[in-house]
């Protein structure tokens, strides 16, 4: 099992930045995927970016491409989300995913067994 907790959220004004940090416990050895989700209210959980733990390859959604950067440390079992240029159609809570399978489809939730708390992020114009 891996267990995922996030913190760095809270509130900004539109265009600033802020950066997202998931500390992963347990078996890490075994995380080969790991991604950041969110969930607006009334909306739906959607993924917005993901990594390869050991390639390090990254995926984004296409509302984000640009604009964050996912990255990791994996001495220190880190994953990051780096955000920029916020808009307060990002405003949302900020979910940490872990996937220990060897295959992923992005960004389908169930893909991930293990989810953090959540952080939440507010965007104000």
């Known amino acids: 099992q891996v267990q995922p907790v996030e913190s760095g959220g809270g509130s900004v004004q539109a265009g600033g930045s802020l950066r997202l940090s998931c500390a992963a416990s347990?078996?890490?050895?075994?995380?080969?995927?790991m991604a950041w989700f969110r969930q607006a209210q009334g909306k739906e959980r959607e993924g917005v970016a993901g990594?390869?733990?050991?390639?390090?390859?990254?995926v984004y959604d296409e509302s984000v491409k640009g604009r964050f950067t996912i990255s990791q440390d994996n001495a220190k079992n880190m994953v990051y989300l780096q955000m920029h240029s916020l808009k307060p159609e990002d405003t949302a809570i900020y979910y940490c995913?872990?996937?220990?399978?060897?295959?992923?489809?992005?960004?389908?939730?169930?893909?991930?067994?293990?989810w953090g708390q959540g952080t939440q992020v507010t965007v104000s114009s």
């Open positions: 347990g078996s890490t050895d075994s995380t080969k995927t």
């Open positions: 990594i390869y733990i050991r390639a390090g390859g990254t």
């Open positions: 995913a872990a996937n220990l399978r060897s295959r992923v489809t992005w960004f389908i939730a169930a893909d991930f067994g293990y």
